[in-house]
């Protein structure tokens, strides 16, 4: 199993940025993506960023180049810098691994979330 645990989240005003980093232990071989996810009070659960082990990123289009995602394989870590936050930014930010696996020939995928870490933006 993959666990995951982030950090850096809090309260910033509307214009500001915010690091946050996840670290990953466990099963680290099983790996082959990780990114971010948001979910906002009452809604759900929404892709922020992702990159595979191609390094190739993606994004939520609601980011429009302000975060930008990055991952250090030999930490076990991946980053989700934000800059331009805006208030409707506020949500809890989860951490998420995709890992797959194999057993007697047979192939699965499983992910892994984080505990989640509240982002605010307000004035």
């Known amino acids: 199993q993959v666990q995951l645990v982030e950090s850096g989240g809090g309260l910033v005003q509307p214009g500001g940025s915010l690091r946050l980093s996840c670290a990953a232990s466990?099963?680290?071989?099983?790996?082959?993506?990780m990114g971010w996810y948001r979910q906002c009070l009452g809604e759900q659960r929404d892709m922020v960023a992702h990159?595979?082990?191609?390094?190739?990123?993606g994004y939520g289009d609601f980011v429009k180049g302000r975060f930008t995602i990055s991952r250090d394989n030999a930490k076990n870590m991946v980053y989700l810098q934000m800059n331009s936050l805006k208030p409707e930014d506020t949500a809890v930010y989860y951490c998420?691994?995709?890992?797959?696996?194999?057993?007697?020939?047979?192939?699965?995928?499983?992910?892994?979330w984080g505990q989640g870490t509240q982002v605010t933006v307000s004035p």
């Open positions: 990159v595979g082990s191609d390094g190739i990123p």
């Open positions: 998420h691994a995709g890992t797959a696996h194999s057993s007697d020939g047979t192939k699965w995928y499983e992910d892994a």
């Open positions: 466990g099963s680290i071989s099983s790996i082959y993506a």
